[in-house]
């Protein structure tokens, strides 16, 4: 069994050769030459730990000269998320809609 964890977007995550994970939003949007394609090769180095199946190496906090690959498959948004600020008695409700941007990535 090979697995890594990895972190990125101030989450980790327990990865594996051919899983698809769904990550916080890879990239910049402010322009159209930033943002990632499909088919993009994406490369992780904050490694946390790598399991080979015979040996564990943990890192401290990372693993020097470790990389994860994947390749990017799309990017979009979540569905809207509902956030409500209420005050009894005072007359006071505040409704706000999210959208959290993530990118899918198939690990190589």
């Known amino acids: ?3 890594a964890i990895i972190e990125t977007g101030g989450k980790q995550y327990r990865v594996s050769p ?3 994970i769904k990550i916080e939003k890879l990239g910049a949007k402010s322009s159209a030459d930033d943002r990632s394609k499909p ?3 994406v490369a992780f180095d904050k490694v946390l730990l790598i399991d080979d199946g015979k040996t564990v190496n943990i890192g401290t906090p990372y693993i020097t000269g ?3 690959e994947g390749e ?3 990017g979009g948004r979540d569905k809207k998320v ?3 600020k209420y005050k ?3 007359r006071y409700r505040k409704k706000y809609g999210h959208r959290q941007p993530y990118s899918t990535v198939k690990i190589k």
Request: hydrophobic share 45%.
């Open 39 to 41: 088919g993009d090769k």
């Open 88 to 90: 009894s008695k005072t």
């Open 82 to 84: 509902l956030v409500m």
């Open 66 to 68: 470790a990389k994860v």
């Open 72 to 74: 990017f498959l799309e």
């Open 1 to 3: 069994m090979r697995l």
């Open 18 to 20: 051919g899983q698809t």
